[in-house]
């Protein structure tokens, strides 16, 4: 859950996110590698900020989903 919230901070920056939910889908072990994404799901604009819904995924080094969950930022337009 640290690398993939550390993940989206580094993407959106600190104190943008306004949801955050993942769940832990299978065991990490001391020597994994893992990576984390996030893939747009929607962007909603109004008068006063723009946000988008994020779909978040860590893998280790076989493929396999690790956590999985939402995010919900506020970003510049």
Known sequence: MGLTGKMLTNYVG????????????????????????ATVRNIKMNENETLVDLDVKTVNQKDETVVS???????DP
Request: aromatic residues 12%.
């Open 14 to 37: 600190d104190g943008r996110l306004t949801k955050f939910g993942v769940r832990f889908t299978n065991q990490v072990w001391p020597g994994d590698t893992l990576t984390s994404t």
């Open 69 to 75: 969950g939402y995010a919900t930022a506020k970003i």
